[in-house]
């Protein structure tokens, strides 16, 4: 028997029309958008399903993937797909609490909604700046930005890929230099904010105050947390693993190879786009990594896996 990870992607995989395909042929998928339309007091399905500008902004983004991504993933346990762990890449955390049994789904939109909110709120636009750096192992880049003032590793995402995040002068000095230490490339990303940088801990401690109110179970499967890729086997840790998180680095590569090191051998990337798959071909091709982003996807993905045992 296959060992399963639910895996969910984070911020910027996000897209028009998303999730639009299950909210027309799933009554299981039209209660999650509806009922976060009622919680936040707008209109979900409009945010997901029609192009608009609010969709790339922090604050409705956040509740807008979490949304989507627990659409898509009751569906696939409807048709009996369950998993041994679950994942998900910084915003995607949240979907693996809920995918554990940690955090109720409407919990899980509530809290990100806000997280955003303070994640959006935390740095004025043009203060801070992210960037990928392309072809430069970790050790080299751990060594350049931990000499420099204002710099933070955001993402371990795969071999070859690390992000940076920080003050925007600090993250273009930081590229320069690493450029020079190696990189193949830097790319400066298109985001509105230092995400998972040393200037979000105040974005943290807010979350963590509304986190005191939020009701939390011990995990009915593990989840991996963002912050030590490790894996959560009761409530204890949560609060203040989501807490850090904000602020801490997203250790995406290791948390995948601490899955791979516990026997799973497949993972499902539940949401829009194929990021995280993109990922797992870096990180290990021996491992079989499915998507569910349409409709027409969930079949094929019971089929796999019917396969597969």
């Known amino acids: ?6 895996i969910f992607p984070g911020q910027g995989a996000q897209a028009a029309g998303m999730g639009k395909d299950f909210y027309e042929q799933s009554e299981t998928a039209r209660e999650v958008f509806d009922k976060a ?8 399905p409009e945010l997901c399903f029609e192009p608009n500008d609010r969709l790339d902004i922090t604050e409705y983004t956040q509740a807008a993937m979490v949304t989507t991504s627990i659409a898509m993933m009751k569906v696939l346990k409807e048709k009996g797909v369950k998993p041994d762990v679950a994942a998900g890449l910084s915003l995607g955390e949240y979907c693996a609490l809920a995918a554990a049994g940690v955090m109720s789904e409407e919990d899980a939109i509530k ?6 909110i303070f994640m ?6 043009g203060q801070g700046a992210m960037a990928a750096i392309l072809a430069l ?3 080299a880049i751990e060594e350049v930005t931990g000499s420099m003032e204002g710099v933070w590793i955001a993402n371990y995402n795969c071999p070859g890929q690390i992000v940076i995040s920080g003050k925007k002068e600090a993250v273009e000095e930081a590229c320069e230099k690493l450029k020079a230490a190696g990189a193949k490339r830097t790319v400066m990303l298109n985001v509105s904010g230092p995400f998972h940088s040393g200037m979000l801990v105040e974005a943290g401690k807010k979350l963590g105050e509304v986190l005191e109110h939020v009701e939390v179970h011990d995990p009915v499967i593990p989840y991996v947390a963002n ?17 850090r998180q904000v602020s ?3 250790r995406w590569q290791q948390s995948v190879e601490a899955m791979i090191a516990d026997g799973v051998d497949t993972f499902i990337e539940i949401g829009p786009g194929k990021t995280l ?3 797992m071909r870096k990180i290990n091709r021996g491992v079989t990594t499915l998507n569910v982003e349409k409709w027409e996807d969930v079949d094929k993905v019971v089929e796999a896996l019917k396969g597969a045992n």
């Open 248 to 250: 801490s680095s997203v």
């Open 227 to 243: 912050v030590n890729a490790s894996y959560v086997t009761s409530k204890e840790p949560v609060k203040e693993l989501l807490t």
């Open 111 to 116: 809290t990100v909604r806000q997280r955003g």
């Open 277 to 279: 798959a993109g990922f």
């Open 120 to 125: 959006q709120e935390a740095v004025p636009v």
């Open 1 to 6: 028997m296959s060992r399963i990870a639910f």
């Open 137 to 139: 192992d970790a050790a």
């Open 37 to 44: 339309s009622a919680l936040l007091d707008f209109s979900m």
